[in-house]
């Protein structure tokens, strides 16, 4: 949080965007930092997000705007001629959607598999367990989670899920752990970890167009303006890294972390889930109209 404050609001100014808005506390903290002329867009696709940062946010009247909205359709869902002086993206699940059992996003606690940020359209994460084939399951965890030993991981579940349908996020995890061999077990995480974020990203395709939404947010930036980024997974900050060199090579902006800042002790003493948290920023030159 201080980073993000720090990075974006290096003096009063006034017109912010958060492209991932959620329960508002960023979004609460760049209005405060801003001053009294600040105003703030802020997008999300959770319209439950959206309710709460309505609340938590509305002492600031009229200059805060909400929108429910992919960031990838930014273009489309704010006005042609606005422009930013500070931009954040802070990407992935949020702690709201973490700390519902009824999301189904954690497997701390029993809650039905859905992982939907959306829950008015798609498919659950249940529903794509029976709709992928052993192959297609295999790839979507090796390739958003990451997972080596995917392939065993995709064989168990479906062949649990043909003895009965996984419905509930601890039965996935029982079987996804049982899959993984005892002495490869991650030494930090639980070993359902890599695969219950390779299906949230693809229940909500995630990543899809997250380099052109950064592209797209970059060019509505004020001259001067910055824009910070959030990944908490390699997969994530990965995009952000090249997506933001890309921009750095073209002139249309200049990294101001060589490498990625990270949380303080303090932070991750307070909110552990900030320990993987990844935060890069760049800024249009001053000089660009």
Not at 108 to 113: K, Q, V, W
Not at 128 to 154: D, K, M, N, P, T
């Amino acid at each position: 949080m201080r980073e993000v404050v720090a990075a974006l609001v290096p003096r009063p100014r006034g017109c912010f965007l958060d492209a991932t808005v959620g329960s508002g506390g960023h979004a609460e903290a760049l209005l405060t930092a801003g001053g009294p002329d600040a105003a703030l867009w802020g997008l999300d696709v959770d319209a439950e997000a959206l309710a709460q940062a309505r609340d938590r946010l509305q002492r600031f009247g009229e200059r805060v705007t909400l929108i429910q909205g992919r960031y990838e359709l930014l273009a489309d869902l704010l006005p042609a001629d606005l422009r930013f002086d500070g931009i954040l993206f802070d990407l992935g699940a949020s702690s709201l959607q973490f700390d519902d059992a009824h999301r189904g996003f954690s497997f701390s606690r029993e809650g039905p598999l859905d992982m939907r940020m959306d829950r008015s359209r798609g498919s659950t994460a249940a529903e794509l367990l029976q709709r992928l084939s052993e192959r297609e399951l295999a790839e979507v965890i090796y390739r958003w989670g990451e997972e080596r030993f995917a392939r065993r991981i995709a064989r168990a579940v479906l062949e649990a899920g043909r003895r009965e349908p996984i419905r509930t996020t601890t039965i996935l995890a029982e079987v996804v752990a049982a899959a993984v061999p005892r002495g490869k077990w991650p030494r930090h995480i639980h070993p359902a970890t890599r695969t219950f974020q390779a299906l949230r990203i693809a229940v909500n395709q995630e990543l899809a167009g997250l380099g052109q939404a950064l592209e797209a947010a970059a060019g509505r930036l004020t001259p001067g303006g910055r824009m910070a980024a959030i990944g908490f997974h390699s997969l994530e900050d990965r995009i952000v890294k090249q997506t933001f060199r890309q921009l750095q090579a073209t002139g249309a902006a200049r990294l101001l972390t060589k490498r990625p800042a990270t949380a303080a002790a303090d932070e991750t003493a307070a909110n552990p889930r900030a320990r993987s948290a990844k935060l890069r920023v760049l800024e249009r030159p001053a000089g660009e109209d």
